[in-house]
């Protein structure tokens, strides 16, 4: 049995700004992507013995790795999602016929619900090598189609499917790159249970409504002139999340393992995207591992250092 590998980047918001609420259910956002090396690899399992003309072409998911039972192993899984999305867009514009039969395996590095865009990683690695199957015999996608497909998938899809670092805007969709020099290095602290990124959004409206002044945080001028000087200390005083408020006022332990990587020594710590992962900025590598050091030592769940920018989804041997 063939098969065709792709990997894709966890991320983390540099700047996450949330506007109002919009029509659609959606909020504005205004946001600096980081892709980072935790990444995931999705596997699509070739069957050429068994073609399939309609419906689904994913006969079964497996996932393996870091939080492994929490991945959905069906249909609403993003990687399934992302193969069917492909594979539809193909039969509705190109008259494509019949594929191979196919099974995904997810090998997991990216914490799930975790604020790091692993499930969007996947959904972009899914849709990349769906799109290798495909065009084996069918004319292949330019980029601008494939990041309109991602953005169906979810509003990170587009920026796990293109990587390094960049401005987001719309739901966080619309991608603009951004200069950025240098290597950055981030001590990372996962906890046991995720957070629902609606939940978070929905109580950021709460506190809010409340009269909490949490943002909108929409200018990213600074942060923008503080990544082309690739010193990580001009960086680390420009990190900004609206949604750090009200992950920690959902999760109290959010805020001991920030002042615990205060403590330790950390340029800066943010909440990533909407949590409940801690990414906490440092110096160097080495920094990073004495202060994901630290925290392990004060009893935090589990960690992880990583460097960014990292590339986006692209194809590796099987």
């Known amino acids: 049995m ?11 918001n540099l700047h996450l700004g949330v506007g109002d609420a919009r029509e659609d259910g959606y909020h504005e956002l205004v946001t600096v992507f980081q892709s980072l090396s935790l990444s995931d690899v999705v596997t699509l399992e070739i069957d050429d013995e068994e073609t399939v003309a309609t419906g689904s072409i994913v006969s079964g998911l497996t996932a393996t790795g870091l939080d492994a039972a929490s991945v959905p192993q069906d249909a609403t899984n993003l990687a399934w999602r992302g193969v069917d999305t492909l594979v539809d867009f193909y039969r509705a514009r190109h008259g494509l016929g019949s594929l191979p039969r196919v099974r995904i395996r997810i090998e997991k590095g990216i914490p799930t619900a975790g604020g790091m865009a692993g499930g969007s990683a996947d959904a972009a690695a ?9 065009t084996e015999t069918m004319p ?3 980029q601008t189609t494939l ?23 719309g739901r966080g969709e619309q991608l603009t790159p951004m200069l950025s020099r240098g ?12 957070l629902a990124t609606p939940e978070v959004f929905g109580h950021l409206d709460q506190l809010r409504d409340q009269g909490r002044e949490i943002g909108p945080s929409l ?11 690739g010193n990580a200390e001009e960086v680390a005083g420009h990190l900004a999340n609206d949604l750090q408020a009200p992950a920690v006022s959902l999760r109290s332990d959010i805020a001991r393992t920030l002042d615990l990587g205060k403590q330790a020594g950390a340029l800066a710590g943010i909440v990533s995207g909407s949590g409940p992962t801690c990414a906490f900025l440092c110096r160097s590598e080495l920094h990073a591992r004495d202060v994901l050091d630290d925290l392990l030592s004060e009893g935090v769940y589990s960690g992880a250092t990583a460097t960014g920018p990292a590339h986006g989804a692209y194809l590796i041997d099987g």
């Open 219 to 229: 200018d990213t001028t600074d942060l923008a002139h503080a990544l082309m000087t």
């Open 140 to 142: 292949a996608l330019d």
């Open 126 to 134: 899914a849709l990349l090598a769906a799109h290798i199957l495909v």
């Open 2 to 12: 063939r098969t065709i590998s792709v990997r894709a980047h966890g991320k983390v």
């Open 183 to 194: 290597r950055y290095h981030w001590a990372l602290v996962f906890s046991k249970q995720g």
């Open 147 to 169: 990041d309109a497909l991602a953005a169906e998938l979810g509003s990170d899809v587009p920026f796990t499917l293109r990587g390094g670092t960049m401005l987001g805007t």
